[in-house]
């Protein structure tokens, strides 16, 4: 099923792109939750983390990696937060598997 992000990535609709390759995509939340919030996904449409497989374990490991790049790149290297929210009840609205990059702020622990 097509979902915003791949209709993102086919450029269907506009985003704000920080970051491509031939894997993955990177663009700024169109609703930030801090000065920092960039949303990385695999071009692959996995619809959420527990759908990935073995196959994916490179690809997942490139998503954190460009994650941590990214945020060097925005200047949040020091201290960022990484989130993954996996299915409707973990606050997943868009069944296309992306790591929230968040920096800028304070973040507290637990999380809500
Ligand atoms: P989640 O709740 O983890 O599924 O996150 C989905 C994120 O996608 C939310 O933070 C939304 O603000 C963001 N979002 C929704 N539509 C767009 C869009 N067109 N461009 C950029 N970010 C979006």
């Not at 663009?27 to 759908?51: C, G, S, T």
């Not at 990696?65 to 200047?75: F, M, P, R, T, V």
């Not at 409707?88 to 920096?103: D, E, P, R, S, Y």
């Amino acid at each position: 099923m097509s979902t915003l992000f791949s209709k993102i990535i086919d450029r269907e609709i506009p985003a704000n792109i920080v970051y491509e390759d031939d894997l993955c995509l990177a663009f700024r939340d169109v609703n930030p939750q801090a000065p920092m919030h960039i949303l990385i996904i695999p071009k692959k449409p996995v619809a959420m983390l527990v759908d990935a497989t073995v196959d994916d374990q490179a690809l997942l490991g490139h998503l954190l990696l460009k994650a941590g790049d990214i945020a060097k790149q925005e200047g949040y290297g020091d201290a960022f937060r990484l989130v993954v929210n996996n299915g409707a009840k973990a606050g997943q609205t868009v069944f296309h598997l992306h790591v929230h990059i968040l920096g800028g702020r304070g973040f507290s622990w637990p999380p809500g």
